[in-house]
């Protein structure tokens, strides 16, 4: 057979495997029916490892890399965790006869709650300086709206954020109302506006892009400011999601978010940055890269790409911002002095400190 007639047999063949992806989906749905009826969870991570293991033994049996094998079934379980999580959001009907505001929704993660809402049944409507966003009604601005929506988000850069807060107080809104902002010490006097006047608020941190699609595995953090009301009504708008729900102070946040956030974040910046002033071409060292260069290249370039503005707020607006940039510093003048000095001893007494406390993190999960 000729090139193209080979091509043309492959492109047919992964037609015919996408059509059978298909049909898996239309099962996947009417799995995800059956389980709701009955009251069983999304997940069932028994029966995810029999399925992997069947796969490893059909590839094998067929000629096929047992890891190939697995890793495809990986993709097709994650793809049939998404139908069934969205189904379930859509089935439970939380928003059903209710609205929503979203203050800043034109955003990418306000686009996402708009699409999070939408899909619950609420009326989501979007006030937004930059215009009205395709799918949702428009509030042109939401100061002379009348405020009486059941759920007001505000999804904006962090101080922009916080003047919102203290407007809204003002206004006294009768529905709940939270903020989706990274950090929460600089919102502070807005949400505590919001309390002082008694109104529903608390704050939620989605630890998640809005590129997510499936919410297993991913962290949902509520801020309890002492409305019971607002906490429990926020907590509920996941509840038929998969995401991990927790539940702290605002100040324990943001000491916490400068390790998860800043720290990581910072580790990205410092790494590319080193990189760009070496004077070595990216391409000369893509091409002699390992692997662990290309997964630290990878998770920067993602980091580089994200907005400078946000990820600015992160670093100069956290109260607790600076106690992790300090350990970040202080941790590189070890590995320097140990380097420095031919202190064997030392350099390897940081990686085994750092094995125990990362095999810690592996047990916690």
């Known amino acids: 057979m000729t090139l193209d007639e080979l091509r043309a047999q ?52 067929a000629g096929i890399s047992p890891a190939l094998g697995e890793a495809l079934l990986q993709l097709l379980i994650r793809g049939s965790l998404t139908t069934q999580e969205q189904a379930r959001v859509a089935a439970q009907g939380r928003g059903e006869g209710r609205s929503a505001l979203l203050i800043g929704g034109a955003g990418k993660m ?13 009326r989501v409507e ?53 903020d989706i902002g990274s950090l929460k010490t600089p919102l502070r006097p807005g949400l505590q506006a919001l309390q002082r006047v008694g109104c529903k608020v608390t704050s939620v941190h989605p630890m998640f892009g809005p590129d997510t699609e499936l919410l297993s595995g991913r962290h949902v ?29 605002l100040d324990e946040h943001d000491r916490l978010i400068a390790y998860v ?58 109260e607790y911002g600076r106690e992790s940039l300090k350990a970040l510093r202080d941790a590189v003048e070890r590995i320097w002095q140990s380097v420095d000095s031919n202190d064997s001893a030392a350099f390897a007494a940081l990686m085994q400190r750092g094995r125990e406390y990362l095999s810690g993190r592996v047990k916690e999960r």
């Open 10 to 61: 492959l492109n047919q063949l992964d037609k015919q495997l996408l059509d059978v992806v298909a049909q898996r989906q239309l099962i996947v749905a009417e799995i995800g029916r059956v389980k709701q009826d009955i009251g069983k969870g999304t997940r069932d991570f028994k029966r995810e490892r029999e399925v992997l293991l069947r796969a490893r033994d059909n590839a094998a049996a």
């Open 110 to 122: 306000g686009r996402w709650f708009a699409s999070f809402l939408s899909s619950q049944g609420f």
């Open 126 to 178: 979007i006030a937004d300086p930059s215009g009205p966003v395709e799918g949702y009604d428009h509030v042109a601005d939401w100061r002379t709206n009348g405020l009486d929506q059941d759920l007001i988000v505000v999804a904006t850069q962090i101080k922009l954020t916080n003047e919102i807060l203290m407007a809204l107080a003002e206004r006294r809104p009768r529905g709940v109302v939270f």
């Open 221 to 249: 953090i509520f801020i309890d400011l002492g409305s019971s009301e607002a906490l429990r009504e926020a907590q509920a708008l996941f509840a038929s999601t998969m995401a991990q729900q927790v539940t702290m102070s």
């Open 261 to 318: 956030l800043g720290l990581s974040h910072a580790l990205n910046i410092a790494f590319f940055t080193a990189l760009a002033e070496s004077g070595e071409a990216a391409p000369r060292l893509a091409a002699m890269s390992s692997t662990t260069y290309d997964a630290q290249a990878d998770i920067a370039e993602k980091v580089a790409n994200e907005s400078p503005n946000l990820y600015f707020e992160i670093q100069h607006l956290n």
